[in-house]
């Protein structure tokens, strides 16, 4: 998917919200555990309530490693799922992987050509560390992204992220403006920590035109409004995901239909956001 | 796997020698593809004719990823091979994982709890930009180990790993120093690439007895001198890794036997330096 396409959808849809399929065998409604693959039963029905309100949906990897061969095939499944029955939703892998170029090659190949693994993801996270060559791999897949690490939303982002340079610049800072001799805003995201919304400002000064992927929202949608005060830009320029707030709000029967309840709430407050700044 | 348990077999094996079990489906000898599953059985081979002379195996697991569940099955009946037919070695997953922690410590679940995913490897390499949350549920499972990306050894290693802190350090150095407040000598290791022998010398300041992992040594045993007389401690202290020059040594149907030259004489020239350096 390019940017106007994606732009498109989120204008279309009315929304920017990306859910976070996290889906944990533990935590999903006890009633499907009868089924075959009872992740991908769940997920399935997350995204058949959901797929009219959201952009984007956000499998985070650990979710399906953490049962092995198993969970591949869960994950195989909803991606097979999403492509068939749902058109217009970005998918993004959460994958944070990075490691050197041939390596790296590996791991686009993995999220990005169908072929081989049943997966076409639009999008990878992917970590820094390792530099160049450890992300241009999966910049060489057309009308792919690579959404990059620089400011997390975790308490560890304090340790290295924020660090200062000999260049008066944070380490994130460094990492952003590196990683724009890397690609453009035509296949490069970030992810940006939702905590840190009046970074957010500090970011699109090097990054104008680049989408952001914004994790950290709850669903009562409180820190929304920091988020697009200070992130917004002409085209949304914003992804920003929700996870256990929707996919955990019911655990009964009807789990699909309070998630949908908890992505609508959300949406309505997106729609609101881009009317006000004049996207749609 | 505990760090007295990996000395003995050091002296016992006399060697060092991690092998990388980066098993490429292209790559493997063309009469294994008539097999049910013809990674596993590239692997199995390998590990037969070489289990003796290293102390390590060490599959990079994009190598499985990249051919999806399929991948998956043939690295956990890999993983199953070793521990259930050869004792005295220790298994590292070169993984390069690091998420928030609820993430971290289901990719933590995956490499280390062999009751869900089959898995039971000692160490998983981990990338530590997200800081210490991202690291520490890794180090809380008993005898295994986080062996954290230091000082890689490819050429991106440059972009940042290099940068010079406010501190007057290196950002590989603070992520050294900061990673001693979450663990030591016996649960974390750092991963050194060969390329850089004499920035051994510099982390062996900050991490005198920690294990380090040390890839990009060719079978011709060049810079392996270099990284013992920078790296080498009273205990050994290095894990040498050498993958594409022992696994793909020979094409043909003695494959296996030209894995087992190479593995010797780079084991060979492992026992001279433990015999010079007094540790055998």
């Known amino acids: 998917m390019n940017k106007e396409q994606l732009v498109n959808i989120i204008k279309y849809k009315k929304s920017f919200l990306c859910i976070g399929l996290d889906a944990d065998i533990n935590k999903i409604p006890k009633h499907l555990l009868d089924n075959e693959d009872p992740v991908f039963e769940f997920n399935r029905q997350i995204i058949d309530a959901t797929n009219d309100l959201c952009i984007s949906y956000k499998p985070n990897i650990a979710f399906y490693e953490s049962r092995g061969s198993k969970g591949w095939l869960s994950l195989?499944?909803?991606?097979?799922?999403?492509?068939?029955?749902?058109?217009?939703?970005?998918?993004?892998?959460?994958?944070?992987?990075?490691?050197?170029?041939?390596?790296?090659?590996?791991?686009?190949?993995?999220?990005?050509?169908?072929?081989?693994?049943?997966?076409?993801?639009?999008a990878v996270t992917v970590a820094p560390y390792m530099g160049f060559d450890s992300v241009s791999p999966f910049l060489e897949f057309k009308n792919k992204w690579v959404v990059l690490l620089i400011l997390t939303s975790n308490e560890g982002a304090q340790d290295f992220q924020l660090?200062?340079?000999?260049?008066?610049?944070?380490?994130?800072?460094?990492?952003?403006?590196?990683?724009?001799?890397?690609?453009?805003?035509?296949?490069?995201?970030?992810?940006?920590?939702?905590?840190?919304?009046?970074?957010?400002?500090?970011?699109?000064?090097?990054?104008?035109?680049?989408?952001?992927?914004?994790?950290?929202?709850?669903?009562?949608?409180?820190?929304?409004?920091?988020?697009?005060?200070?992130?917004?830009?002409?085209?949304?320029?914003?992804?920003?995901?929700?996870?256990?707030?929707?996919?955990?709000?019911?655990?009964?029967?009807?789990?699909?239909?309070?998630?949908?309840?908890?992505?609508?709430?959300?949406?309505?407050?997106?729609e609101a956001i881009l009317s006000e700044y004049e996207i749609i």
């Open 163 to 270: 660090l200062q340079t000999e260049n008066k610049k944070m380490l994130f800072e460094e990492v952003l403006t590196k990683s724009k001799e890397w690609g453009d805003e035509n296949n490069l995201m970030y992810v940006v920590g939702a905590t840190k919304a009046e970074m957010l400002s500090r970011i699109r000064k090097f990054a104008p035109d680049n989408f952001l992927l914004v994790p950290g929202i709850g669903a009562q949608g409180g820190s929304l409004s920091e988020v697009a005060k200070y992130g917004i830009n002409k085209e949304c320029g914003l992804i920003v995901n929700s996870s256990r707030d929707i996919i955990y709000a019911g655990k009964g029967m009807d789990f699909a239909g309070k998630a949908r309840t908890q992505a609508q709430s959300l949406q309505k407050i997106m």
């Open 76 to 122: 195989e499944k909803t991606i097979k799922y999403i492509k068939q029955n749902h058109k217009n939703i970005f998918l993004i892998a959460d994958a944070k992987r990075g490691d050197i170029g041939n390596t790296s090659k590996l791991y686009a190949k993995t999220f990005f050509d169908d072929e081989t693994t049943g997966f076409s993801f639009d």
